[in-house]
């Protein structure tokens, strides 16, 4: 099954397993079309490699449209790949030349270990959020929905902070492997939120704290998270953060 | 036309509009310290499965959610983007619970079970209630209060929504409820676990097989009741607006023990797509029903137009759906729309490379923006350049995320060319038969959201499954579970040594061992591209007795063939995704020639299931309310051997007439 003609080589992360040691593996990836999208590629090339009788590469996918988060590989060097404000599933093939070289790994992170290939476990993310990422309210005690007035400009805000979509590609690119934009962002939208005032100070205290344990590195303000969020979440939620942090740990 | 005495739908007695509140009153309830020693596991993690988890857990239960992704928040209802539909009245236009009722029915081409739609637009109010409390960031007006727009199929605007994200934050409402209870321990997750089958114990049933997709083991794990919140089956199609991972083996191992399968054709082909680029594509790309609020669709007048979009002047463009569909327009239901894109193409007025694209413009929309918002601003005479730049700002703020990702994947931009559109597979209305408790005909199991067939007849209105999940799982399934259950708190844990456990398993190893050792010749992918492509063909947007006979003796061989020339590399015992796909794709190949057969049953057009024989002169759908106003719940009896029960459907408060939106 060949679409196109370009031809490019695939230096990629293979690991079999958490256990073992992992190393690159060099592959052909022949007959590419540039309107496939990344992830179309690797279908291409695991085809040929199963119809040769061996084993493809394994990757995590699943909506490809740039909204699950569950994709996640680092191309060339930077998370997602070399465009802005995308994941790997709308990252095309015409973003690259006949004859490229393009080197494949999996999110580098202690907190988020791989278990096979390009796959690791994000399980640390769904932690920090059992540790407050939420507004306790039971199903069925909510008021009627317009007895809440939100400016416009505070819920955008917040509306801005909540289209994180929980990839990871923050840590991935942070040189201290931090997540301080994920956290930021949750905290951010429930701080701005009259509904998630209440809870402040225990959602920020308790949301770093699990942060801490599950072995995520420390913020030193590089930016390099912002840069490479695909849904360009800002650094502005770290600095609200840091404020919400400071403000509950002094009163 | 009598209901099959094996189906039971336990509708309320009283008047349509008591029933609910009547039946929440008197429905057995569940002490709490019971609650604590009975069990529940939620198969799926989108906005029906975890709101439902979210929500027993609250009340007490002991509950498991288990899941194929890596984080319950990756379930596909992320990928929702219009909106959610609830009868609040915000906007003074007229709506109502009765009317969000009406809406639904006839826009389901009545074939659905009133009960359970009134229901379903009693509780509408309360499910926007509950996701604003938890933060769900909706869109406001200035004065700080929710914003509304249209969606299709109805006259007022009802849609709540977060541009055109609002799957995405009503999941991540339901899952941070969800994650708080497991931070309190009341839910345990199982992430990268498929569920397998389910294991059924003295007809009830009492918990499932599943496999740990990073160790290959398989699971036995108990429950006094089991909730199927799996989604739909769009994906027997190979193209569709699903994720890759969405899958029938859930419903359809339930379906193969016992549960009733409704409605198996009725399949949603949504209109507004990005059009298929060439044959490496693995999925399509919806582009939210919203933008038809404020994008006119259009072909050129003249075959086989050759110019660009821009170039062809006003009175050469066919309006199609305002010519034919004066009162609704751009805004008539999906299958309307669909069909009417089809019709234009096939005879020839198509646009783009392939011509199987009609054009959806945003051109006369973006200079109305314009003119307000200069008059907004006070600016005397503006340029039209100026009102231009103006109103691409106000469709920038409504849809950006949309136009960003229409450019990404076919490299035009919008803001200047209308986008190219042709429908793609969407939703499955059809799923497992259940009854006003949304327990199937296995007692003991529950099918919730996508995975159901119950509320939307032949056709889904836009931005209603939102509401139908979250209906599910937040507030209806708290209460009738709880009546079940009130009869099982002397019911202790049955042990997983059970032989029941033990056969059920014993079978799925066996069926793994089978893939594994097939060592064919053919990627799992081959054989979904071809089932793919005979279900869209035979069995998409227009069907014919013709094409659905051959489809089923073309599966059923095609079905032989998986069996004898699958590669399935790797190891079982190992994170292997060919294994995962190989074990979907088998199902798949049974499931659709059930669909097939459903289609080829239904002597009629309705909805999202056209018979080309049934049409009137007009090309619309022709029902046959005399001999198919029921539901069609299917009993598995052997491979390809189907037993058709019905389901009466009776409609007592609307008077059911012949579909119009003219």
Redesign the interface.
Known sequence: ?S??NMNLTLKVWKQ??KAERGRFETFDAKGI?P???F??MF??VN?K???D????I?F???????????CSMYINGRPHGPKE??TTC?L?M?SFKDGDTIVVEPWRSAAFPV??DL?V???S??RI???G??????????????N?????DD?DT??NA??C??CGACVAACKNSSAMLFVSAKVS??AL?P??KVERKDRVLNMVKQMDEEGFGSCTNTGACEAECPKSISLENIARMNREYLSATLT | MASSPKLNARVPEGQLAEKWTKYRSTVHLVNPSNKRSLEVIVVGSGLAGASAAASLAEMGYKVKVLYYQDSPRRAHSIAAQGGVNASKNYQNDGDSVYRLFYDTIKGGDYRSREANVHRLAEVSGNIIDQCVAQGVPFAREYGGTLSNRSFGGTQVQRTFYAAGQTGQQLLLGAYSALQRQVGMGAVQLLARHEMMDIVNIDGKCRGIICRDMVTGKLERHFGHAVLLCTGGYGNVFYLSTNAMGCNATAVWKAHRKGAFFGNPCYTQIHPTCIPVSGDHQSKLTLMSESLRNDGRIWVPKKQGETRKATDIPEEERDYYLERRYPAFGNLVPRDVASRAAKERCDAGYGVGSSKMAVYLDFAANTERYGKIEASKKNLHSPSKEEIVRLGKEVIKEKYGNLFDMYKQITGEDPYELPMRIYPAVHYTMGGLWVDYNLMTTVPGLYALGEANFSDHGANRLGASALMQGLADGYFVIPYTVGDYLSEEIRTKSISTDHEAFAKAEAEIQDRINKLMTVKGSKTVDHFHKRLGKIMWDKCGMARNKEGLTSAISEIQKLREDFWKEVRVPGEANEINPELEKAHRVADFLELGELMCKDALNRDESCGGHFREEFQTEEGEALRDDKNFAYVAAWEYKSDGNFELHKEELAYENIKIAARSYK
């Open positions: 099954m679409h196109g079999k397993n079309s309107d496939m999208s992830l179309e279908d291409v085809e490699l199963i119809s009788g061996k084993e493809p394994v995590d996918h699943d909506c490809r449209e740039g909204i699950c988060g569950m404000g995308i709308q095309h015409r278990i096979k796959v476990d994000r399980s993310f769904d959020m059992s540790a990422g939420f507004v306790s309210i039971n199903t069925g005690s909510a008021n009627d929905a317009n809440i007035l939100i400016p416009k819920a917040a509306f909540a289209a979509i929980g939208q429930l939120l509904q998630g």
